[in-house]
């Protein structure tokens, strides 16, 4: 495994290996610290409830101000009921994250289970500077790119309360706006402005694209809005600096409406003209930054067409010698290099010649003639077309 890592293959190696994990969270773990149906109610806040109640029916409205404003500041059930236990897992490749309601010391037990059946059973430590245990409605653990918290009680929706909420962490936002900032201001990418419009705008597009589709399931997507102006910004000056025009007016050309699921939007466009075929058009922006509880992914069905062959491999089933064109078995021949072949005029032989005027390093041939461009190459004499 630890020649693969970074392969293309290592998720797949990962997933086997880490099986016995995910059984061994799922068939001992989850059943010894999940349990209870649901918790019981607080007393204290039934009390407030029968109390509102009745401040209601009297038509006594500054008490059930003021009981409601209690009320709002208790939990409605026993978060330390004993009775009550919940565990959650899931991995992803080899990221892992558990979700315990429960007592910080029970927490502390599955991580010392964890941590002796990895290193018994697996042969692998935990990292302890990754592997943290986290209260959720403090501070946030990090998963897969996001922040996960639990979602506080605000404004006065007590039914949000407790409930999992994904956060875009700042310092996504800050590192993906760097790339495009020059002593604090976006900049001009000066590696791009010798590019057709239509590859400047798909650059930007697509790396825009990218960041906004993943976090769209992020409550707060619309931190995203500050790497949307520095992006867009950036490549306005990088077309502005292209053209020798100024920003203002790159935006009022490039500037475009298109009609999205969620209405009307204001987006940049850039097209590449083809003759009579359909213009290649990129876009930049477009997306509305709002939150989708949702995420559809759609597969691509796999073409049931097999890719093309490559061209050598046609060239050796026609079994005809490109040199004197007679049919039967052949040889590839082939050198590292076209610069190895001799220059022209300097007595190239017509082996090489043919090979310099197509640009390919091969050369399918008979082994008569393969043999004789290894002994005598001037002899060799080409297939006359």
Same mark, same amino acid.
């Not at 080899?94 to 927490?107: I, R």
């Not at 042969?123 to 500077?129: F, G, P, Y």
């Given at each position: 495994?630890?020649? *693969?890592?970074?392969?293309?293959?290592?998720?797949?190696? *990962?997933?086997?290996?880490?099986?016995?994990?995910?059984?061994?969270?799922?068939?001992?773990?989850?059943?010894?610290?999940?349990?209870?149906?649901?918790?019981?109610?607080?007393?204290?806040?039934? !009390?407030?409830?029968?109390?509102?109640? !009745?401040?209601?029916?009297?038509?006594? !409205?500054?008490?059930?101000?003021?009981?409601?404003?209690?009320?709002?500041? $208790?939990?409605?059930?026993?978060?330390?009921?004993?009775? /009550?236990? !919940?565990?959650?897992?899931?991995?992803?490749?080899?990221?892992?994250?558990?979700?315990? @309601?429960?007592?910080?010391?029970?927490?502390?037990?599955?991580?010392?289970?964890?941590?002796?059946?990895?290193? +018994?059973?697996?042969?692998?430590?935990? #990292?302890?500077?990754?592997?943290l245990i986290t209260h959720a409605r403090t501070h946030a653990a990090?998963?897969?790119?996001?922040?996960?918290?639990?979602?506080?009680?605000?404004?006065?929706?007590?039914?949000?309360?407790?409930?999992?909420?994904?956060?875009?962490?700042?310092?996504?936002?800050?590192?993906? *706006?760097?790339?495009?900032?020059?002593?604090?201001?976006?900049?001009?990418?000066?590696?791009?402005?010798?590019?057709?419009?239509?590859?400047?705008?798909?650059?930007?597009?697509?790396? /825009?694209?990218?960041?906004?589709?993943?976090?769209?399931?992020?409550? +707060?997507?619309?931190?995203?809005?500050?790497?949307?102006?520095?992006?867009?910004?950036?490549?306005?000056?990088?077309?502005?600096?292209?053209?020798? #025009?100024?920003?203002?007016?790159?935006?009022?050309?490039?500037?475009?409406?298109?009609?999205?699921?969620?209405?009307?939007?204001? *987006?940049?466009?850039?097209?590449?003209?083809?003759?009579?075929?359909?213009?290649?058009? @990129?876009?930049?922006?477009?997306?509305?930054?709002?939150?989708?509880?949702?995420?559809?992914?759609?597969?691509?069905?796999?073409?049931?067409?097999?890719?093309?062959?490559?061209?050598?491999?046609?060239?050796?089933?026609?079994?005809?010698?490109?040199?004197?064109?007679?049919?039967?078995?052949?040889?590839?021949?082939?050198?590292?290099? $076209?610069?190895?072949?001799?220059?022209?005029?300097?007595?190239?032989?017509?082996? @090489?010649?043919?090979?310099?005027?197509?640009?390919?390093?091969?050369?399918?041939?008979?082994?008569?003639?393969?043999?004789?461009?290894?002994? +005598?190459?001037?002899?060799?004499?080409?297939?006359?077309?």
């Open positions: 495994m630890a020649n *693969c890592v970074g392969g293309v293959v290592s998720p797949i190696l *990962c997933n086997i290996y880490l099986h016995k994990l995910d059984e061994f969270v799922e068939h001992t773990l989850i059943p010894e610290y999940t349990r209870g149906t649901r918790r019981t109610r607080n007393s204290e806040y039934e !009390r407030i409830r029968h109390r509102l109640a !009745r401040a209601r029916k009297r038509g006594d !409205r500054d008490t059930v101000r003021q009981l409601r404003a209690q009320q709002a500041r $208790l939990p409605s059930v026993d978060c330390r009921d004993p009775s /009550y236990r !919940r565990l959650r897992y899931v991995r992803y490749a080899d990221d892992v994250l558990l979700g315990f @309601a429960g007592p910080k010391h029970e927490a502390e037990d599955i991580k010392q289970r964890l941590t002796g059946f990895m290193r +018994d059973e697996l042969r692998l430590d935990l #990292s302890q500077q990754k592997t990090r998963f897969l790119g996001y922040e996960i918290t639990t979602q506080t009680g605000t404004g006065g929706r007590k039914t949000a309360e407790g409930s999992i909420r994904l956060r875009v962490p700042i310092p996504v936002v800050k590192s993906s *706006c760097a790339t495009y900032l020059r002593g604090g201001k976006p900049a001009a990418q000066r590696a791009l402005q010798n590019r057709h419009d239509h590859d400047i705008v798909a650059a930007f597009g697509t790396r /825009y694209r990218g960041i906004v589709n993943y976090y769209l399931l992020a409550a +707060d997507v619309y931190r995203l809005e500050r790497v949307r102006w520095t992006m867009q910004t950036s490549m306005l000056k990088t077309l502005a600096g292209k053209h020798k #025009s100024s920003v203002a007016k790159m935006a009022v050309r490039y500037r475009a409406t298109i009609e999205t699921p969620d209405g009307t939007r204001t *987006c940049f466009e850039a097209a590449r003209h083809r003759g009579n075929r359909k213009p290649q058009v @990129a876009r930049f922006g477009g997306i509305p930054l709002s939150r989708r509880k949702t995420a559809i992914l759609t597969d691509r069905v796999p073409s049931r067409n097999p890719l093309p062959r490559k061209e050598i491999i046609t060239r050796l089933q026609r079994s005809a010698c490109e040199l004197c064109g007679i049919h039967g078995e052949v040889h590839a021949h082939h050198v590292a290099k $076209l610069s190895e072949l001799a220059p022209p005029g300097q007595n190239q032989p017509e082996w @090489a010649r043919l090979m310099a005027s197509r640009r390919r390093k091969t050369l399918v041939v008979c082994p008569p003639c393969h043999e004789l461009i290894h002994t +005598d190459p001037a002899q060799v004499t080409p297939l006359t077309t």
